[in-house]
């Protein structure tokens, strides 16, 4: 077995280590991700109303940690960078969690569902840390921050959390405005938070800056983003909201 990548980051890699996007190996992780999930949410929906609260709060501060002992992970070696700050779609949902676990603001829950559950899931489909291989400390923390980041919504859906168009709308502005610092930011920075600077390298994303430049690309995102959150609200509609209790 090869340690010699074990404390590398995607910026110090060396080449030939990667386990690469649909591989056998990120096929089979993937598999293992998602069927943990499925397995999660099956034994939350049998636990009582406490266990259910225990069990959020211990994701939570899982994720929270998580986040915060890779960041000193990263300086103890001498190799945290400004892209490692919390401002990827991913950092800001493990802030979005923490304030969930103190608040319980439903909010907080519908930014969970609109950008954690997609965000993480397209991560895990599409992972910008292939570079990295099986035996690496940052690829499983990525792994595992992002797993988690997908089942806390997923838990929130089986505890009885229902999403509504309305209150996403609320969100929404939020979410454009930190688009909007974010995006100068990376500028300054030359970094790459929220991937507005550059599409992920090594991801199929980098097929949209081949046919529509740099920034072109950002309007395929945000096409790509409108679809996802119209299928993710669709069964959430006030119509459908009827037709359920009429049935029932």
């Known amino acids: 077995m090869d340690f010699s990548q074990l404390f590398k980051t995607v910026d110090t890699v060396a080449p030939g280590y990667a386990t690469g996007i649909f591989t056998p190996t990120h096929l089979t992780i993937l598999f293992l991700e998602i069927l943990f999930i499925v397995l999660m949410a099956q034994k939350f929906r049998r636990l009582d109303k406490e266990k259910r609260k225990r069990a959020l709060r211990t994701l939570a501060l899982f994720i929270i940690i998580n986040e915060i002992l890779k960041d000193i992970y990263l300086l103890i070696l001498g190799q945290f960078q400004w892209g490692n700050l919390p401002f990827h779609l991913c950092g800001v949902n493990a802030i979005v969690v923490a304030v969930h676990l103190l608040t319980g603001k439903k909010k907080a829950a519908e930014w969970l569902y609109a950008t954690s559950l997609p965000g993480g899931l397209v991560a895990l489909i599409s992972p910008n840390w292939s570079k990295l291989p099986l035996l690496n400390i940052i690829y499983w923390q990525t792994n595992t921050i992002h797993t988690a980041l ?20 609320a969100i929404l502005p939020y979410f454009l405005i930190l688009v909007a610092v974010i995006y100068p930011l990376n500028k300054v920075l030359d970094t790459n938070f929220f991937f507005l600077n550059y599409p992920p390298e090594g991801t199929p994303f980098v097929v949209f800056e081949e046919l529509l430049g740099n920034p072109g690309f950002i309007v395929a995102f945000a096409a790509l983003l409108v679809t996802v959150w119209t299928l993710l609200y669709l069964p959430w509609r006030k119509k459908g909201e009827k037709v359920v209790q009429k049935a029932a």
């Open 150 to 169: 997908v089942l806390y919504p997923v838990l929130l859906l089986v505890g009885g959390f229902k999403p509504k168009p309305k209150r996403f709308f």
